[in-house]
């Protein structure tokens, strides 16, 4: 068993005040002969690492300006050329029909049997390149009169009702559903129809 000493000093949480130290001892929140700290080294380096960051945010900044510049540049060189090459397709399906065409004209002892055929197949051609294009035929006859699709260059006397397409002139053509010329028609005149 241990006898308590006497000397001791009690412990600090027993309410009495500490007893007084040594006079090289400053306390728990002093310092001891240790040089002040310089403040502008501090700062120089929060400076250093803030212009550092400025730097690489200003490169990524002008990176992505860059980048969308380019991608803009891009964009109106692709609408350029969907526009200038548009009908590329049309385009070779037609360069067949010519073909023909001019063969056709060179052929000088053709029987106009042979003629005839060939020019069927030309026109057969032609409509299958109108048929890739989207182009399709206007063929008004016996239909009401349409003032988008048709356009009237005359009004005849007829037995059929008033306004009904009697006789097409010259057929007309729809691109994907867009009047692209409309039918030269003539028209039934209203009225008793008879005259």
């Not at 400025?54 to 609408?79: H, P």
């Amino acid at each position: 068993m241990s006898i308590p000493d006497e000397t001791q000093s009690p412990p600090a949480d027993a309410g009495e005040p500490p007893l007084p130290m040594s006079a090289g001892y400053a306390g728990p929140d002093v310092v001891g002969d240790a040089a002040p700290a310089d403040p502008a080294s501090g700062l120089a380096a929060l400076l250093k690492k803030a212009e550092d960051e400025a730097l690489e945010l200003k490169d990524a900044w002008l990176r992505s300006r860059a980048e969308i510049e380019n991608v803009r540049r891009q964009g109106q060189n692709d609408v350029t050329k969907a526009y200038r090459y548009a009908i590329e397709k049309f385009a070779q399906e037609l360069l067949g029909v010519k073909d023909a065409l001019e063969s056709t004209l060179v052929a000088d002892s053709a029987p106009p049997e042979a003629l005839r055929a060939g020019v069927e197949l030309t026109l057969k051609q032609l409509a299958a390149a109108f048929d890739k294009a989207q182009i399709k035929e206007i063929s008004p006859l016996d239909t009401k009169f349409d003032p988008h699709s048709h356009q009237a260059m005359a009004m005849v006397d007829s037995d059929r009702p008033a306004n009904t397409v009697v006789t097409v002139f010259q057929k007309g053509y729809l691109l994907n559903d867009r009047v692209l010329r409309p039918a030269l028609v003539a028209v039934a005149r209203a009225g008793d129809g008879k005259g």
